[in-house]
C-alpha cells in the first residue's frame, strides 16, 4: 500500500505542475501518385489542475491507511 501511495503522489504532482499535454499529428490530405499533399496538426491534452490536488490527497489518504494497519 506505501507504494501504491507514493506512485499516486507522484503521479499528481506532475499532474499539478504540467496541465496539458500537446503534439503534432500529420494527416494525409490527398494522394494521387507520387503526389501526396499532407497537413500537419497540433493536438492537445489538457486536464484540471485539481485532478493533480485531488491525485495527491487520495495518495496521502493511502499512505495514512497504509501504516496505521501495521
Do not use: C, H, Y
Not at 10 to 36: M, P, Y
Request: no cysteine.
Amino acid at each position: 500500500m506505501r507504494k501504491l501511495g507514493i506512485v499516486i503522489i507522484i503521479l499528481g504532482i506532475v499532474l499539478t505542475i504540467f496541465s496539458g499535454i500537446s503534439f503534432q499529428r500529420e494527416e494525409t490530405l490527398v494522394e494521387a501518385g507520387d503526389l501526396e499533399l499532407t497537413m500537419e496538426e497540433e493536438e492537445s491534452v489538457n486536464w484540471p489542475q485539481w485532478a493533480g490536488i485531488a491525485a495527491i490527497a487520495g495518495g496521502v489518504i493511502i499512505l495514512l491507511v497504509g501504516s496505521r494497519k501495521k
